[in-house]
């Protein structure tokens, strides 16, 4: 029987999709900011709802709500390497990293995904 102690990454998750699209929002309603944090922000956006998308189809078919989540926190893991002179960042990088790992180990554990 699974408890909450064994998913609880996928809190981590949620908040890493609200850190996204906070992210979003920034970029995009930024008065001085150029076409391209306008795109960021899209681009952004997206990954938040590929992250909640990925958190509702979990309950129905596991292997596709981890790969949606996996590849919606992709932008959080990068926001540590781009922003690397803002220390918070460094902690969103190690939290999506850990949370990364954890998908990938239960995707390991189910089976659908083989080692290379």
Do not use: C, Y
């Amino acid at each position: 029987m699974k408890t909450n102690r064994q998913h609880w990454w996928i809190s981590l998750a949620g908040l890493i999709g609200v850190f996204e699209a906070v992210m979003a929002v920034g970029f995009t309603v930024d008065p001085e900011g150029s076409t391209g944090d306008k795109v960021l922000g899209a681009f952004v956006g997206v990954a938040f709802i590929l992250v909640f998308a990925g958190l509702w189809q979990r309950r129905k078919r596991l292997r596709r709500g981890n790969s949606l989540m996996i590849v919606g926190i992709v932008p959080a893991l990068l926001a540590g390497v781009v922003f690397f002179w803002f220390p918070p960042m460094w902690l969103v990088t190690i939290t999506t990293g850990i949370v990364m790992v954890k998908a990938a180990e239960e995707a390991l554990a189910a089976g659908w995904l083989q080692p290379v």
